[in-house]
């Protein structure tokens, strides 16, 4: 870093005896400006939103495929792989955690009940154990401090009552967390209103947990799950003992009553598989023309994933292609590093071209990075961010943190001089949402990296099934791919950073 700032001093220096002159222009820039077009970026966005993806999970045979399809394209401009080893593709560590459906289950005197098909994990299923007790029976609404349901401690709890498609009602949080904070061995609870809905809630249930594999303390304790169980099972463990289930369903509406099920004891036991996987990070690299300014970066970014496959729909559609979210930001990305690579003179300070995945988890990919990233982070002196910029207005974006840095004026002044874009970059139009802290970015402006995040706003396919590569503004796009390309090529050869406004570098990198 030492280096750096004699270089940037030394720059200032001869600065000073030179006329005020604007940024020189690139040479081709023109020239590499044109090679992003409407028809190009309509092409690359029907590979990454297509239903072969699967919708890009995190992580997903999709989100790999997708990785390997960057990578090569990135390769192919002649970048330089940006990860440590040298490679395009950057891996970070999960965990996938699912109960084994086939090793766990319900024992009642004379019968087995396995999940999946009889029982289904809510919550606690990071740990693996068993337990053996009685059962008491929960029945009708209101609820239950947990000095009064001390007396269920080393017994397995059944609550029959009303669940949503999480498997517990809402107004049920509360009992639950009370019985198993008194010592309640399990807590399972049983649907009222019966089993439709069980054959969804079970694919949803048995579906591997992923969570980031660092910065968390992995779950201790003891061995309490919270489950769900089907109203044809709990006839099956309470009609051999005179117990009509239907009474329990009926009395869901009337006061809370607990009843110990003499003679009866369950043995719940739950495996629990908790894996090491690896999710892709795609990093390319430009390097900057100037030896006295290489050592600087400046990086684009996107995110590469989606939310995957789900339920089907009324069409039996069950893909979350994710076109505007976040294909058409990747797409822009990419189209910036195939111009950046058409210059015949790099810029000034270098390029890195990121592409994440797991932000949809909780912007894992771009943590991750932001902690490991191609070079130091004090060397990276700005962030252009592109999430959903393919949809609404077709002559408008929202520039989302413009007000924090000088990037927001660099922003106005070469727009102006570009009106061949036709781009409007407005104010945060929804500052309530938060959305400056909701995207890939905001890893970086917390490491202290000025950002400008490019965003087009949600609409009605937002997470949905109708996010389609059809439904792209994909001249929009393309137009806004080319506005970050001379935000870049600007900042790539300026004299000096970008500077942060020193109160927003106060709140949001020193936090105070």
Same mark, same amino acid.
């Given at each position: 870093m030492e280096s750096i700032m004699k270089k940037r001093s030394a720059a200032i220096l001869i600065a000073l005896t030179l006329p005020v002159v604007a940024t020189a222009q690139q040479p081709g820039l023109e020239q590499a400006a044109a090679t992003i077009t409407e028809a190009g970026y309509a092409q690359r966005i029907n590979v990454i939103a297509h239903d072969s993806m699967g919708g890009r999970n995190t992580p997903s045979a999709g989100l790999e495929m997708t990785a390997v399809w960057i990578a090569e394209e990135l390769e192919t401009l002649g970048l330089r792989g940006g990860a440590r080893d040298g490679s395009f593709i950057?891996?970070?560590?999960?965990?996938?955690?699912?109960?084994?459906?086939?090793a766990s289950g319900l024992n009642a005197p004379g019968t087995r009940l396995v999940f999946g098909r009889d029982l289904i994990p809510v919550s606690g299923t990071t740990v693996t154990g068993n337990a053996q007790g009685g059962l008491i029976l929960i029945s009708g609404s209101g609820t239950l401090e947990t000095s009064e349901a001390r007396p269920f401690a080393g017994n397995h709890v059944i609550v029959v009552a009303p669940a949503d498609s999480d498997g517990v009602d809402r107004s049920m949080r509360q009992r639950l967390s009370a019985l198993i904070t008194a010592g309640a061995l399990s807590v399972m609870v049983t649907n009222s209103s019966g089993d439709e809905s069980w054959t969804a809630s079970a694919r949803r249930a048995l579906r591997p947990t992923v969570r980031k594999a660092w910065g968390e303390r992995r779950a201790e304790g003891s061995f309490?799950?919270?489950?769900?169980?089907?109203?044809?099972?709990?006839?099956?463990?309470?009609?051999?003992?005179?117990?009509?289930?239907?009474? %329990?369903?009926?009395?869901?509406?009337?006061?809370?009553?607990?009843? /110990? $099920?003499? #003679?009866? @004891?369950?043995? &719940?036991?739950?495996?629990?598989?908790?894996?090491?996987?690896?999710?892709?990070?795609?990093?390319?690299?430009?390097?900057?023309?100037?030896?006295?300014?290489?050592?600087?970066?400046?990086?684009?970014?996107?995110h590469m994933d989606h939310v995957g496959i789900g339920e089907p729909d009324v069409n039996g559609d069950t893909i979350f292609n994710g076109a505007d979210d976040d294909a058409s930001?990747?797409?822009?990305?990419?189209?910036?590093?195939?111009?950046?690579?058409? %210059?015949?003179?790099?810029?000034?300070?270098?390029?890195?071209?990121? /592409? $994440?995945? #797991?932000? @949809?988890?909780? &912007?894992?990919?771009?943590?991750?990075?932001?902690?490991?990233?191609?070079?130091?982070?004090?060397?990276?002196?700005?962030?252009f961010n592109a999430d959903m910029v393919g949809r609404n207005w077709s002559d408008t974006i929202v520039a989302i943190g413009k007000e924090h840095s000088d990037l927001g004026e660099t922003l106005r002044r070469v727009n102006s001089e570009h009106p061949e874009i036709g781009m409007t970059a407005i104010d945060d139009l929804w500052p309530d949402e938060r959305f400056y802290f909701r995207s890939d970015h905001y890893n970086f402006a917390r490491k202290g990296v000025p950002i400008l995040f490019f965003f087009n706003g949600t609409h009605d396919d937002y997470h949905g099934r109708d996010d389609e590569p059809n439904r792209i503004d994909h001249d929009k796009a393309a137009r806004i791919a080319k506005l970050i390309f001379y935000l870049g090529v600007d900042i790539g050869n300026a004299l000096n950073p970008p500077e942060w406004n020193p109160e927003s570098y106060r709140q949001i990198v020193l936090g105070r």
């Open positions: 950057q891996r970070y560590p999960l965990r996938s955690i699912v109960v084994d459906s086939e309490a799950p919270i489950l769900q169980l089907r109203m044809s099972a709990l006839r099956e463990i309470l009609e051999p003992h005179g117990i009509n289930a239907s009474s %329990l369903q009926e009395r869901s509406g009337s006061d809370i009553e607990a009843r /110990l $099920v003499e #003679g009866l @004891e369950l043995t &719940l036991n739950q495996v629990v598989r908790d894996e090491g996987i690896l999710a892709p990070n795609v990093v390319g690299i430009l390097n900057g023309s100037d030896p006295a300014l290489a050592e600087e970066y400046v990086v684009f970014s996107a930001g990747t797409i822009a990305i990419v189209s910036v590093a195939e111009a950046m690579a058409a %210059l015949p003179v790099a810029p000034k300070r270098s390029m890195v071209f990121l /592409l $994440v995945s #797991g932000e @949809e988890k909780g &912007l894992w990919g771009s943590e991750w990075y932001a902690e490991n990233p191609s070079a130091p982070i004090e060397q990276y002196v700005a962030n």
